[in-house]
């Protein structure tokens, strides 16, 4: 409900009236001619969003005027008379914004009359056929004859009716007096409460509607807010209370509202300081988020990001942000799903906030925009321009494949200071903002729907329907063909990968004495059942099978269950089915992605839960296995985090360049996500033009050469001096992969604090690791290699310690054991050993 009171502004007199904007509309009219639309107009366009606006037009009025005054952003127009407002509703104006003069009219936002004020005479007239229960969206606005007394248009808005009052005729004091009528007085006499002490609740929200408090209100803070344009309430124990007198965290009343049976107020108001909360939150329900959240993040980076963050790149690189706006609307164009279409616009709108704040554009501004645009009569036709009906044509048809040189962006690490080095030895952001909001449901769907969850998920992403979501062994050999070349490839590496993981059993139990008669060990057992992700995607990928598979085998894990994500005919590629067989799984779920996570860990009709989920996937992937770990009901642990693959080659003068391309190449093409990273050691303007050469002409021949550009255009080549200098950056990046491309390599090894995996000399690819020479290729990335591992024999088991104590080892650390239990008041663990010491002493 608005405010009941509805100002009129003579057009020739707006520039002069005092602001009235706190009752949230106005009446501008009576519009005579053209000049007073135009003035009319002007004055709209000026003030638009602020206040909501109607005109009293004459009949001298044209049609056409009036609707470019709705245009405009007028909401309602109060014409003169009916055939006017019947022409108006003829050609398509809403009856939502038609105030039809002098009787009801079905269709309309209300009626209008002009009344003596007498109210017998408006409740006999008006309240039985305008307004016959009271209630409703219609209106009914009261003009008077004769300048009206407060009684008069308090018995008005009682009835109830909004009058319309000359906005000379009012004031923002208190009281009225001298003639002029109390905004204050009139509000408050459509204001009602049950309350003993008189009290109004009231809401008070900032100018996007966000609730930020409940508090109270009286007849006497009331006008006290209004005289002073502030935020004022009515503290239940010390009286007036003008907020932020004291924290500095004041509002700026910017209207008032009342909800639709008036006992409830709503200040709309701009608030200042940390936050209208006394905890110095934004909000009395915690902090907001969404868009203002984002608009009062990027207006604090504005102000504070560092010199080289990437935020401060936005705001200064104009033709930067131009390109991440263009680049985020293009893919929001090409996004098919429910989840990419939500994904793709909150980037285009993170991208087009930064410009906004950066132009001191505020989210009211562009809801003012919104708004005018949705006040509109008038229709475009909708048509785009040309050159984007091509752009859409091209891509619809056979969208263009990017061209030009592929190439990293070269930085000489002299040159830049060490934040902007660290700037840029950051990965690609990652896309975090909602992916526990998108997986979330996902998980919970399958942990409480089960096989029905699942197998509807793999439809939807997958394309696959599927009778049953799993495979149980023994596979049928018909799932496992293979030519005979592809199965002596797995056999060798299965065997490479078996030794070496073998090579890390332990042989015999840990056994330490450590004082005499008290032995301690450690000992290993196998994890009992495991699930192992096998990604599907863009590439095929056995060879992770292996790599998950033929350790769990070596650990001895009794249950081994492999997710792998199914192609749309429901099927495997035969090559996981063959790992699977060989390192003995129980069972294969067809499903990727969160569902499948979720599968293992909460298990399901058909699919056995598991302890310890390992394997690597997408951002998805790897935010349900963070998720159930996080779950106690779960009760099952993984791997490591997970993050796009990477490598970071160290190269020297002595470097083949065709070697070092195609290391880089190797890790580009697994995803646009992707980064490679080159140290070049004190390389000249000729040696890093042969690597760069390389770098492109191998790309080109590449069939996943798409995907190669898209990692390539954010990975870098660092210039260096020294070797030492490349290592120690190597151990600030913490790559998946490093490579040491370098003379005599192997002695600069013990310099490696921080990698997944090395791989040492110019003879040692990166592929090697990845499929057959033994070690482990499921590796941590996105420079978690600073505290994980990767995957060895030992993720598969856990370890259990033991401890026995002869009479005389209990004797030798009995008293020590006593007296830290009693400094920590744990009696119970000190009596433990003290009944014991003192059996031993009777014994003697």
């Known amino acids: 409900m608005a405010f009941p009171l509805l100002p009129l502004l003579a057009p020739s007199s707006i520039a002069s009236t005092p602001d009235l904007s706190i009752v949230g509309y106005t009446l501008i009219g009576p519009l005579l001619n053209s000049e007073d639309v135009a003035i009319t107009q002007k004055y709209i366009s000026k003030n638009f969003g602020l206040v909501e606006f109607s005109v009293q037009v004459t009949s001298d009025i044209e049609i056409d005027d009036i609707i470019a005054l709705l245009d405009a952003g007028v909401d309602t127009v ?36 002009s009344s003596t004020a007498a109210k017998t005479e408006l409740a006999t007239k008006l309240s039985k056929s305008v307004l016959p229960d009271g209630t409703g969206n219609k209106k009914l606005y009261v003009t008077f004859t004769s300048p009206p007394t407060l009684e008069q248009v308090k018995q008005t808005v009682a009835l109830p009716a909004i009058p319309i009052i000359p906005a000379e005729s009012l004031t923002t ?105 006394h905890l110095d939150t934004t909000t009395c329900f915690g902090k907001s988020g969404g868009v203002m959240a984002l608009e009062r993040t990027l207006a604090s980076r504005l102000k504070n990001s560092p010199a080289g963050s990437y935020t401060r790149r936005l705001f200064s690189d104009e033709k930067l942000l131009s390109a991440k706006i263009m680049e985020e609307a293009e893919e929001l164009t090409t996004a098919k799903t429910k989840g990419e279409v939500a994904w793709e616009f909150a ?56 061209t030009g040189r592929i190439q990293l962006t070269r930085v000489d690490v002299s040159e830049i200071s060490a934040s902007e080095l660290t700037d840029l030895l950051r990965r690609p952001a990652q896309k975090n903002a909602n992916i526990m909001n998108l997986v979330g449901p996902i998980v919970e769907a399958v942990r409480t729907r089960g096989d029905a969850a699942l197998l509807e998920f793999t439809a939807k992403f997958e394309k696959a329907k599927l009778d049953s979501p799993v495979l149980k062994a023994p596979f049928s050999p018909e799932l496992m063909e293979l030519d005979q ?77 492999v997710a792998s994500p199914p192609r749309s005919d429901g099927t495997l590629t035969p090559e996981v089915v063959y790992v699977a067989h060989k390192v003995g799984a129980a069972a294969i779920v067809l499903a990727g992605g969160a569902q499948a996570v979720a599968a293992m860990a909460y298990g399901t009709e058909s699919v056995p839960k598991v302890n310890k989920i390992l394997g690597p996937g997408n951002q998805f992937v790897t935010a349900a296995k963070m998720l159930v770990q996080n779950d106690t009901s779960a009760l099952v642990s993984i791997d490591m985090p997970a993050g796009p693959s990477e490598v970071l080659v160290v190269a020297d003068k002595k470097a083949n360049p065709a070697f070092v391309a195609s290391d880089l190449l190797s890790q580009a093409e697994h995803g646009v996500d992707s980064q490679v990273i080159l140290i070049g050691v004190d390389l000249n303007e000729v040696e890093l033009q042969a690597i760069e050469d390389e770098v492109h002409e191998q790309a080109m021949r590449l069939p996943r050469v798409d995907i190669v550009r898209g990692a390539i255009a954010h990975s870098r080549t660092f210039q260096v001096k020294t070797v030492e200098e490349a290592i120690a950056l190597s151990n600030k990046y ?26 040492v000399g110019a003879w040692s690819p990166e592929s090697c690791g990845d499929y057959s020479s033994g070690t482990n290729h499921t590796l941590p990335t996105y420079g978690y290699a600073t505290v994980y591992s990767g995957v060895n024999t030992h993720s598969f088991m856990k370890h259990l310690t033991s401890q026995e104590l002869t009479p005389e080892g209990l004797k030798k650390i009995g008293g020590a054991v006593v007296r830290l239990a009693t400094v920590e008041g744990l009696d119970a663990h000190g009596n433990a050993v003290r009944v014991r010491l003192e059996h031993l002493a009777k014994e003697q």
């Open 485 to 561: 070349e592809t199965k002596d490839a797995i056999d060798l590496s299965f065997e490479n990968v078996r030794k070496f993981h073998a090579g890390q059993l332990e042989s015999a139990p840990l056994v330490v004495e450590t004082v005499p008669g008290v032995v301690c060990s450690r000992f290993s057992r196998p994890i009992e059942s495991v699930g192992l992700y096998v990604p599907g995607g863009t590439a095929v990928l056995p060879s992770t099978a292996l790599m998950l598979g033929v350790p769990a085998l070596v650990a001895g894990c009794k249950n081994i269950v």
């Open 347 to 402: 980037d285009l709108l993170y991208f087009g906030m930064t410009k906004a704040v950066q132009a001191g554009v505020s989210w009211t501004d562009v809801e003012r925009n919104l708004d005018s645009k949705a006040k509109k009569i008038t229709r475009r036709r909708g048509d785009a321009k040309q050159k984007w009906i091509d752009a859409a044509t091209k891509t619809e048809e056979a969208p263009e494949k990017p």
């Open 173 to 277: 004091d208190s009281a009225s007096s001298a003639g002029k009528l109390s905004v204050a007085s009139i509000f408050s006499s459509a204001l009602n409460t049950d309350r003993s002490d008189g009290y109004f609740s009231t809401l008070v929200v900032d100018t996007q509607g966000v609730a930020l408090g409940l508090v109270y209100s009286s007849e006497e803070s009331i006008a006290a807010a209004i005289k002073s344009r502030a935020g004022v309430y009515q503290s239940r124990k010390r009286g007036l209370w003008f907020k932020g007198a004291t924290s500095g965290a004041v509002q700026t009343l910017v209207r008032l509202e009342l909800d639709c049976d008036g006992d409830c107020i709503k200040f709309v108001v701009q608030q200042a300081g940390k936050g209208f909360c």
């Open 78 to 113: 109060f014409p003169e008379t009916g055939e006017q407002a019947t022409a108006l509703l003829e050609i398509g104006v809403p009856g939502s914004r038609v105030v039809f003069p002098g009787e009801d009219y079905d269709d309309v936002n209300g009626v209008y009359v």
């Open 734 to 759: 913490a790559p998946e992969h490093l490579i040491l491309q370098l003379e005599n390599a192997s002695k600069y090894v013990d310099l490696v604090q921080h990698a997944g995996s090395v791989f």
